[in-house]
């Protein structure tokens, strides 16, 4: 992503602000809807990306877009605009966010399945990811039918992969030998 180095030093001044403030969950709120909004919104990413539009009006409707904003998340609107970087605002929202979990000791999990998990199931998989970390688990479900059925489970750098698609490719590699 363009901007990354840029986006994780903006992200590390906001959140030493926002703790300096005793506000760092609710900065986090505001840069979670910034992260989805942008990233949800192809005309917004357009617009804060585009070259031809200028600084002054990329801050008036980033500040009327996200008029219930904290004081801090106003302020790096502010600055974005002064240093013409408004189109690493969704990197710097999602390094904040990344930035965040980590300091509160937070790790998501995330699970791939054929169909929506069923809140059961998620307090299923809760639990044995509570055993696998120390750290307080969220789980995002990504729902991808061509693994046919069972689970990706993948926990930061550690991936535990009890899909049927690839349990049949183990078998065609076992009879492929």
């Known amino acids: 992503m363009t901007g ?53 009006a990329k801050l008036a409707a980033t500040l009327e877009v996200f ?34 979990n980590e300091l509160n000791n937070v790790e998501t999990a995330v699970v791939t399945t054929a169909v929506p998990m069923t809140q059961e199931l998620e307090k299923q998989v809760l639990a044995k990811v509570a055993t696998f970390s120390s750290k307080t688990i969220t789980l995002e479900n990504i729902v991808d039918p061509a693994i046919i059925g069972g689970f990706i489970l993948r926990i930061g750098d550690k991936q535990y992969n009890a899909s049927v698609t690839n349990r049949l490719q183990q078998l065609k590699r076992e009879f492929s030998n």
Request: net charge positive.
């Open 67 to 100: 008029a219930t904003s904290q004081n801090e998340t106003k302020r790096l609107f502010q600055l974005l605009q002064e240093n013409r970087r408004f189109e690493i605002l969704e990197a710097i929202a999602t390094q904040y966010n990344g930035l965040f």
């Open 4 to 56: 990354t180095r840029a986006a994780i030093r903006y992200a590390k001044a906001i959140l030493d602000i926002a703790q300096e403030n005793n506000n760092a969950a609710s900065v986090n709120t505001d840069m979670l809807l910034i992260a989805s909004s942008v990233k949800d919104n192809k005309e917004l990413k357009d617009f804060l990306t585009s070259p031809v539009i200028k600084g002054a």
